[in-house]
């Protein structure tokens, strides 16, 4: 049992009861006491100073680390979408063309949510960089750039020729997802096997 402490709330250290009415009033003091889980004993069996570790303790920074977050594969699709459209939309606000703003954006999206995505959904970290990069040229293309007129057919064959000519950024951003995500599941696999 924890020196000082019940499991329920902490147990004052300096009084002991000595007769029936202080055992009783210490009983209710106890029970009107706010419920407390925290261990305030040794947590290990080499561990006897009872206390909490001090900041900058290796401990202490154990037990303050966060979880690092993860993407779900429609995480993926959001996070790599919604900063390359947006880009798409600004590079051609901007400059009325797709230049390096669109690119960087694209690959630097695409590597971020290569890295967060969850194990589960690590083939999503491949797929959606290609579609999300068809979206920002969409995007460029609503906003004029190489607009070959109106209609689906038209939209489609200006998406076509900004592929043509802008092959970098989707090439660089999935194949640097890929590898990611290749290595990912590599070591996942090797932590499997032992």
Same mark, same amino acid.
């Given at each position: 049992m924890n020196d000082g402490a019940t499991r329920l709330a902490p147990r004052p250290a300096a009084r002991i009861p000595e007769n029936r009415r202080e055992r009783d009033a210490l009983r209710r003091e106890r029970m009107a006491a706010p419920l407390d889980?925290?261990?305030?004993? +040794? &947590?290990? +069996?080499?561990?006897?100073?009872?206390?909490?570790?001090? %900041?900058? &303790? %290796?401990?202490?920074?154990?037990?303050? &680390?966060?979880?690092?977050?993860?993407l779900t594969a429609w995480g993926v699709l959001l996070a790599v979408t919604a900063p390359t459209v947006l880009a798409a939309a600004l590079d051609a606000?901007?400059?009325?063309?797709?230049?390096?703003?669109?690119g960087l954006v694209f690959v630097a999206s695409s590597f971020h949510a290569a890295t967060l995505v969850r194990r589960r959904d690590l083939l999503a970290g491949v797929i959606v960089p290609p579609l999300a990069y068809c979206a920002g040229l969409l995007t460029a293309v609503h906003f004029g750039v190489l607009d070959a007129g109106r209609g689906i057919v038209n939209q489609l064959a200006s998406l076509g020729a900004l592929l043509a000519l802008k092959p970098r950024p989707l090439f660089l951003g999935t194949a640097l997802a890929a590898a990611l995500i290749a290595a990912r599941w590599a070591g996942t696999r090797g932590s499997a096997k032992r």
């Open positions: 889980f925290r261990s305030t004993g +040794p &947590t290990r +069996p080499g561990d006897q100073s009872g206390t909490r570790p001090r %900041p900058g &303790t %290796p401990r202490a920074a154990a037990r303050t &680390t966060k979880r690092r977050p993860v606000g901007l400059t009325g063309s797709i230049h390096w703003i669109f």
